[in-house]
């Protein structure tokens, strides 16, 4: 399911490679230097009573735990889907902001527990867990739940399951997770809503993503993919108009047509105007308008294509996946009519009307 969640890879997504890259490196550096280990721990205790401050950094940027980093790891992965919708500055901004924000709920909620049940909280797991955590909030909110199949008959799996399930498991690893992921989930909602307006006093400034685009996004940027067709889980239409087609269905596209011109040279493109005649209302979205019927021609050449059927089948997957980029339904189905199930011409036709 995981690769259901956007395009191929880490394609524009530098600075989820980056954190992929770079926080699993200093793990496994960690994990194969265990003396080092101790500056890394999240000790609230020698932070608060000995003011190592810099443990704030330490702490909350690498996991000590390989199975706590292989499981943010996914998440991260799975969520590089907000740095494609967003922009990697607004993506970054957020995970700046509930990075902060949750810092400061931690010790809240550290001692608030403490009050509670008289049980001090000295050290919590390490890593880059609270803004992982903070995630959710989006992810729960902006993408469309969509159902894949059922088990027993009642239980619904859908496309956001296992990514529930691998958080779940995230965590179950350590006793005072639960916290860590309270404090994220708390400041993802602050910063999601804009709550004292942290979006204005935590962002990344521009000078310093102008730095990073030069720089660092060079090192962490992934190839284009051969074959890009935007199917990103709930990705948005204008996300989809911003980055267009790549090259490869653009040239599809165009010796399709050059294809169909040669064959019909004296009269309109056959296929052309069964795609102009189902989909009046895609030309204008929003807008209920009655369908164009097409002037009767006397055909001196037989069509490219035979005539398709407004009741042939429609693979209910393809539909989901147009469905998750924005369509809605019923443009989905024209559209997959009308290319006979072919999910990457009709993806490319919704893309240009």
């Known amino acids: 399911m995981f690769t259901t969640t956007g ?19 200093l793990t ?115 993408i469309p739940r969509m159902p894949v199949t059922q088990v027993l008959g009642h239980i619904h799996i859908t496309n956001k399951s296992l990514v529930y399930i691998v958080g779940l498991q995230l965590l179950t690893s350590s006793p005072f997770m639960w916290l860590l992921a309270l404090s994220g989930l708390i400041s993802g909602e602050l910063y999601q809503s804009n709550a004292l307006r942290l979006q204005k006093l935590l962002f990344v400034p521009a000078w310093v993503s102008c730095v990073g685009q030069y720089i660092l996004e060079p090192l962490f940027s992934s190839s284009q993919p051969a074959s890009e067709t935007l199917l990103g889980m709930g990705a948005t239409l204008d996300i989809q108009r911003q980055q267009r087609m790549d090259l490869l269905d653009q040239q599809l596209l165009l010796a399709q047509y050059n294809e169909a011109r040669r064959n019909t040279r004296q009269q309109p493109q056959a296929w052309f105007s069964q795609w102009t005649r189902l989909f009046p209302s895609l030309r204008h979205r929003g807008q209920n308008r009655p369908q164009m019927q097409p002037r009767p021609q006397a055909q001196t050449h037989p069509p490219t294509q035979p005539p398709l059927l407004d009741n042939s089948p429609v693979a209910e997957e393809q539909v989901a996946r147009l469905v998750e980029m924005g369509f809605s339904r019923i443009d989905a189905l024209e559209a997959l009519r009308a290319s006979n199930n072919d999910i990457n011409m009709a993806t490319n036709f919704l893309l240009q009307h």
């Open 28 to 142: 496994l550096m960690l994990t194969l230097l265990p003396q080092y280990q101790e500056l890394f721990a999240y000790n609230l205790q020698a932070i608060t009573q000995q003011h190592q401050l810099w443990r704030l950094l330490c702490g909350r940027l690498v996991c000590l735990d390989v199975k706590d980093s292989f499981c943010s790891s996914l998440l991260i992965y799975n969520f590089r889907i907000f740095e494609r919708r967003f922009g990697t500055r607004k993506f970054s901004s957020f995970l700046l902001g509930t990075w902060c924000v949750s810092a400061l709920i931690d010790f809240l909620l550290a001692q608030a527990f403490q009050f509670l049940f008289d049980n001090e909280v000295e050290e919590l797991p390490a890593g880059l867990l609270a803004p992982v955590f903070s995630l959710f909030v989006p992810f729960y909110l902006s």
């Open 7 to 25: 395009s191929r890879g880490l394609y524009k997504a530098p600075l989820c490679k980056g954190l992929l890259l770079v926080l699993n490196g």
